[in-house]
């Protein structure tokens, strides 16, 4: 057993990079798997918001937050054109 001299990172410094990368699978499952985009996306949103709120890594977060609502809106956009809403 070690001493643990690491240093431990706060949630809040993971929002962005989680945002980004829930973003960029919901950006590429748009075009696959719709309902598997939209969590995606939604998640990414989620986790956006929270890390613009607390500050840390703002550029990621906008970034995670545009390419999941863009990951969210895409599916669903389709789902109101084909069959006249839900």
Not at 30 to 40: D, K, M, R, S
Not at 61 to 68: F, K, N, T
């Amino acid at each position: 057993m070690g001493t643990g001299t690491g240093t431990v990172e706060s949630p809040a410094t993971l929002y962005g990079p989680v945002s980004l990368g829930l973003g960029v699978v919901a950006l590429i499952a748009a075009f696959f798997l719709g309902i598997f985009a939209v969590l995606a996306g939604s998640l990414a949103v989620t986790f956006g918001v929270l890390g613009l709120i607390s500050g840390f890594n703002r550029t990621q977060c906008l970034a995670g937050l545009v390419l999941g609502a863009v990951g969210v809106l895409y599916p669903l956009s389709f789902l109101f054109a084909f069959t006249g809403g839900l």
